[in-house]
């Protein structure tokens, strides 16, 4: 995801997305600890994308107060 598709998001939208994204991580977590995961780099392009939301997220809030 790039931080692109972010700027068009308004608060509701980045905030059921970084929790969508932070459910996803948490499922691939478990995967792992079983030894089932598929593609460990998912892991990382996850953490990266939960960190963009939340960046976007708080330059929100920010810029609203």
Known sequence: MKFAELKDMTLTEL???SRDLRQEMFNLRLQQASAQL???SRLRTLRRD???CETRISALRTKTT
């Open 15 to 17: 905030t059921a997305k």
């Open 38 to 40: 598929e593609k460990p």
């Open 50 to 52: 939960i960190a963009r």
